[in-house]
C-alpha cells in the first residue's frame, strides 16, 4: 500500500478536477476499490450506480462489457475504460449473430442475456441479468422456456431452480471453469473453511460450496454468517478487498486471477483522467435496443 500513495493521491487530486465518479468492481485490486474508487461492488451494484449517476465523467474500473454497459445507462455521459483491451472471455464466446440463430431455431423463445456479453449481443436481447438476479429475470419473462445465454455453469445453477427450461449456449468464465471439486474438498478438510463459490463455477464445484452468490452477495454472507475461515471461490481480488472489512475472518485459498480485470491499474487510471480517454460509445441503434434489454433488468433488481 505505501508505495501506491502517490498514485492514489495524484489520481484523487484528477479526479476532484474532473468531477469524475470512479466505479469499481469487486475484482479490482484494493489500492483500486480501496484507494480510489467512489462506488464498488458487483456487476449489477455498477449497473445500478451508473444508471442514478448524476457525475458527467464516469472511469470504469473493470472490464469494457462493464463500461458499455454503464454508457448504454448513462448514455448523455461520458464513460472511460483506463484500458480498452479488458475484455471477457464470457463476452467473446457469442456473437449477435449467434443470438439471431438461436432464435430461428426457438421461435418466440424469449432469450436472457448475461451482463457479460456485448452491446450487440444485449441488442439482441429480451432482457438482461447479472449473477445476482438471473434467477428472478429468467422467471419474471413469464414463459416455459428460455435461451440463456452464454454462461453454460450459470445456467445450469439457474436451471437446477426454475421449472423453466432453459436453452444455454457453451460459454464459461475463465477464472472460475478451472476452480474442481477436490480444490474444494481439500479447502474444507485441510482448513476446515466454509466455501463460498460465484455461480460461474461447474455444477460440481457448486455441490461442494456452503453458499452460491454473486460478489455483493459474497459479502452481505460473511457479515451475517461471520465464519472464523472461508475460501471465496472466486477471483483472488475478491478477498484481498473482504480482509479489510472483516479482519476477524481469515481467508484462505483457492483463488484465480482475472487477467482481463488486471489490465486495469492506477497509473492507467491516472492517464485515464489525465488524457481523457478511453472514450467508450455504442452506435445509438444498438444502444437503444440494448437499453430495452438492460431497463428489464433493472426493474426486476436484486
Ligand atoms: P458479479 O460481480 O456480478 O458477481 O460478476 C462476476 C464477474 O465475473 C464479473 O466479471
Ligand atoms: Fe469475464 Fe470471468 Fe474475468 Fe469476470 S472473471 S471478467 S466473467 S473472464
Known sequence: WPMHLPWIDAI????????????????????????????????????????SCSAELIVICGVYFMAETAKILAPDRTVLIPDLHAGCSLASSITAADVRRLRAMHPGVPVVSYVNTTADVKAESDACCTSANALQVVEAMGS???????????????????NVELVLWNGTCEVHEIFTAQQMRHARER??????????????????????GSTSAMSQWLE????????????????????????????????????????ITLPNIFNCLRDLRHEVTVPADVASRARRALDRMLQVGR
Open 144 to 162: 416455459k422456456k428460455v435461451i440463456f445465454i452464454p454462461d453454460r455453469f450459470l445456467g445450469a445453477y439457474v436451471a437446477a431452480q426454475t
Open 224 to 263: 451475517k454468517v461471520k465464519p472464523d475461515r472461508v475460501a471465496l471461490i472466486t477471483e483472488c481480488s475478491m478477498a484481498d478487498n473482504l480482509r479489510t472489512k472483516f479482519p476477524q475472518i481469515e481467508f484462505v485459498q483457492p483463488c484465480n486471477l482475472c487477467p482481463h480485470m488486471k489490465q
Open 12 to 51: 484523487l487530486r484528477l479526479k476532484e478536477q474532473r468531477g469524475a465518479v470512479i466505479m469499481a468492481h469487486s475484482y479490482q485490486s484494493p489500492e483500486i476499490f480501496h484507494g480510489v474508487a467512489d462506488v464498488t461492488g458487483d456487476s449489477l451494484s455498477l449497473a445500478q450506480a451508473a444508471a
Open 191 to 212: 482448513f476446515n473453511a466454509k466455501l463460498i463459490a460465484h455461480p460461474e463455477c461447474s455444477p460440481e464445484v457448486l455441490a461442494e460450496a456452503d453458499f452460491v
